[in-house]
């Protein structure tokens, strides 16, 4: 009984392709987060997501557009992906964005584009 | 910017304590702060946290000194499974993203 699932675990592309990654927590958190890991092994927050709501968007390209169907689920789907975008791509939960709310990650979705 | 440093890299026995410190001298009086893990590839993993006490947990120690400007996590019997990189990170307000500094990639040598 995962909490935090992500799929797919890998995925490979074609440059201008268009492709999403699902994001599917168990744990009745009301925040979702997704994170990029490039190749130097910095992990970066993208977006944040409480209760539904946006919160953080941080310098992304519009290309990549999240979409919370429900508290349980965030899916990042990314249009005409480009090389720069291969990295590996985090989902996390936390109960709120309280300092006191601790997040869990996803296994992670490695993304390589051709 | 990360709010923390912390050493490129670490190198410990097995079966001893690891000791890995992190600064964070321009934390805020209200701001905790976090240490997570991330063995090879996998997604990082909650360790501890704590805002100016002292905190252990099954995992590992949280030593926050007096002033909260530094602290130091501590595995009291490190393991092989242990080595990966430890994100030491200061929790911001609500909503306030977290950034993730570059961490501390420790060895455990056998």
């Known amino acids: 009984d995962t909490a935090v699932s992500q799929t797919p675990k890998y995925l490979v592309t074609q440059m201008g392709n268009d492709k999403s990654i699902k994001c599917e927590q168990n744990l009745g958190h009301d925040t979702m987060y997704w994170y990029k890991q490039d190749s130097k092994k910095f992990l970066k927050i993208m977006f944040s997501y409480n209760n539904k709501e946006l919160i953080i968007n941080e310098t992304v390209p519009n290309r990549f557009s999240p979409k919370s169907p429900d508290k349980a689920h965030l899916n990042l789907h990314i249009n005409s992906l480009e090389l720069g975008d291969s990295a590996v791509y985090f989902c996390a939960s936390s109960q709120g964005m309280w300092r006191t709310d601790t997040q869990y990650f996803g296994p992670g979705t490695r993304l390589t584009v051709l | 910017d990360a709010k923390t440093t912390q050493p490129t890299s670490m190198d410990c026995a097995e079966g001893r304590a690891a000791n890995l410190p992190c600064n964070h001298s321009?934390?805020?009086?209200?701001?905790?702060v976090y240490w997570y893990r991330q063995i090879h590839s996998q997604g990082p993993q909650y360790i501890i946290h704590?805002?100016?006490n002292n905190e252990t947990n099954e995992m590992a120690s949280l030593i926050i000194t007096e002033d909260r400007k530094s602290s130091t996590l501590i595995l009291p019997h490190a393991t092989l499974r242990d080595t990966a990189v430890y994100y030491c990170i200061v929790r911001p307000s609500w909503g306030d993203k977290i950034i993730f500094g570059k961490g501390t990639r420790l060895h455990i040598l056998p």
């Open positions: 704590g805002l100016k």
């Open positions: 321009t934390i805020s009086g209200n701001e905790y």
